[in-house]
């Protein structure tokens, strides 16, 4: 368990606690969770619905992923999933090598903004060694580089009723008779502000491939392997994810998978 993840659940709790004057110390305490209606259980359950206000008290406190050595690279970003997206707005913006593309930031924002490539390969850049770890059951250590999320989202000005980014994507990982499923993704505002939440635009000093997410993919450091969305070409501010998709918030997520996916 995350020490961030530790913390929302102290804020929580404490603040159930104050309420019910339930007292707690360590995090061996947590055997009532198991009772339906006790008050701290059911803050617990709210946990994803902490406010903007709550979410920016707790982005001070983040612990960082790992990061590696250059030396620990062993072998190149294994590609899974959509590896080459078909649909006619990719492949026209793929063939122009990426020079129409652009990345929305929408929704519950001061402003709508949207930034080429360029802009956002002149934005500060970072680079960090970092473990993916799929699923599946294989991990691979790579370099990612690009821009920080936060400052970005600074630039639309994320509005305080804001709750979640959704990340949506441009490849339809699933045809079904009532039409293609896109590839999307969600976050809560405290990864999304995470210092090594970056727009990935490069991969192992080289321009992000294709198979990879080109040519701009999501990094949350901190999250399982289908929680690093490819091929993204919007953000959008929500306080709501259910209108999304089947409603849990993602692609996996809709499909069984924990929403948190935290590692
Ligand atoms: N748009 C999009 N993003 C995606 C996926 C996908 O199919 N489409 N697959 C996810 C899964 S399950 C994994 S493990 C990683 C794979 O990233 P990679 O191809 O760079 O290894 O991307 C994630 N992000
Ligand atoms: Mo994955």
Redesign the pocket.
Known sequence: MSNLILNRRRLLVGSAALGSSLALSGCDQFDFLGQRGNPARQALEQANVLTYKAQRALIGEQTLAREYSASEIRQG???????E?TTPEYMFLRQGNFANYKLTIKGMVEREVSFTLDQLRNMPARSQITR?D???GWS?IAKWTGTALGPVLDMAGVKPEARYCVYH???N?QKTLSGEIF?Y?SSDLVDAYHPQTILAYG?NDQVLPV???APV?LRIERA?????????HTIELVDDLTPFGMGKGG??PDNGYDWYGGI
């Open positions: 970003m294994k590609p899974n999933g959509s590896t997206p993916h799929c699923v599946e691979c994507c441009f490849d990982i590839y993704e991969l198979s990879n997410g993919r399982l392997g289908y929680k690093q969305p490819k091929y993204l692609y996996w």
